[in-house]
């Protein structure tokens, strides 16, 4: 029962390069998002998507990109790090609201570090 | 916009203390509210919810009441334990939508 997984769970990147941090979950959810966390912030949202093929902006979207192909996967891009992206990152799925007010289910995070 | 307020943290309680956890919100309708709670090295999990005014949601001991006249949601346990220290986020999310808004988090450490 894997749920939402995130991979790495640690990444160091130089200021510039370019990586994608994977998130998969395996409950047939419709919706996925991606959050940051920073200290004293909470969590913000990054880019969502309502199901595969549809993606829309959150509250911090500059310097990432998502793309869903699949139900499954939901991958966050970062095309030139920069150190202000030095974070935590979670990513969450819930089933849509036809199936109602059902809850968001984390993964355990990626510590993303820019140097 | 829809915004989450919590009290400011950290929070230090010594075990079977009685923990009070305020969160206020402001959203246009009638909002679901949720509070999760993040251990240690771990991602968030769910602890309770609430979705129409007045509902109580309870889990391990703790519980929030959906306070509609005064926007409020506040976190209650009667004795925590030190298995309790985490951080606690407060959230919200608007009716017909599945984006979550985020108070900044409380840090609850319980001493033995």
């Known amino acids: 029962n894997a749920g939402v997984t995130q991979t790495p769970k640690f990444q160091v990147l130089k200021t510039g390069q370019s990586m994608t941090l994977q998130c998969a979950q395996d409950m047939n959810h419709e919706y996925m998002s991606w959050y940051r966390q920073d200290p004293g912030m909470g969590l913000r949202l990054i880019h969502y998507s309502v199901g595969a093929g549809i993606t829309d902006q959150g509250e911090v979207p500059n310097g990432y990109n998502v793309s869903r192909s699949t139900t499954e996967d939901f991958p966050l891009r970062l095309l030139s790090a920069a150190p202000s992206q030095t974070s935590v990152y979670f990513c969450a799925s819930s089933s849509g609201p036809r199936v109602g007010n059902q809850p968001q289910h984390f993964g355990d995070g990626t510590r993303l570090s820019i140097l | 916009g829809n915004s989450v307020t919590q009290m400011e943290g950290p929070v230090t309680l010594s075990e079977e203390a009685f923990l009070t956890i305020n969160c206020t919100y402001t959203?246009?309708?009638?909002?679901?509210l949720f509070w999760y709670v993040q251990y240690p090295g771990e991602g968030l999990q769910l602890l309770l919810k609430a979705t129409k005014a007045d509902d109580k949601g309870s889990n391990k001991g703790f519980e929030a009441t959906y306070r509609k006249e005064t926007t409020s949601f506040h976190l209650e346990k009667g004795s925590v334990q030190v298995s309790d220290s985490a951080v606690y986020f407060c959230a919200l999310r608007s009716q017909g939508a599945q984006k979550l808004v985020f108070g900044q988090g409380t840090r609850l450490t319980i001493n033995p």
């Open positions: 959203a246009t309708g009638y909002p679901s």
